[in-house]
Nanobody, 126 residues
Framework: QVQLVESGGGLVQAGGSLRLSCAAS????????MGWFRQAPGKEREFVAG????????LYADSVKGRFTISRDNAKNTVYLQMNSLKPEDTAVYVC???????????????????WGQGTQVTVSS
């Protein structure tokens, strides 16, 4: 059974940086697009960034464009989220997710993803 395990979260001051990682088990990682979502207390889960199975296409929420970068290393079965210029409003639990279907078109809807990690907490202090 494929599992996703996030790491790299923590406490950082506003303006700082963090790099999240999401390691996937199994042998089919390279066939699937991957996404990062976040959920703050009392708020809905929201899409942050996505990357196609090949890594050629990326998609970002407007709120993180220019600050966050998603990437993947298919040889390591890992997807990354580099977060720069962090703001207090970026505080949330960050969760990685796998596309519902292999080789799918990259989209930002959570309904396009059916395998989720447990999440890692990111806290940005002002």
């Amino acid at each position: 059974q494929v599992q996703l395990v996030e790491s790299g979260g923590g406490l950082v001051q506003a303006g700082g940086s963090l790099r999240l990682s999401c390691a996937a088990s199994g042998r089919t990682f390279s066939r699937y697009g991957m996404g990062w979502f976040r959920q703050a207390p009392g708020k809905e889960r929201e899409f942050v960034a996505g990357i196609s199975w090949s890594g050629d296409s990326t998609l970002y929420a407007d709120s993180v464009k220019g600050r966050f970068t998603i990437s993947r290393d298919n040889a390591k079965n890992t997807v990354y989220l580099q977060m720069n210029s962090l703001k207090p409003e970026d505080t949330a639990v960050y969760v990685c997710a796998r596309n519902r279907a292999p080789w799918a078109v990259l989209r930002g809807s959570q309904y396009e993803y059916d395998l989720w990690g447990q999440g890692t907490q990111v806290t940005v202090s002002s």
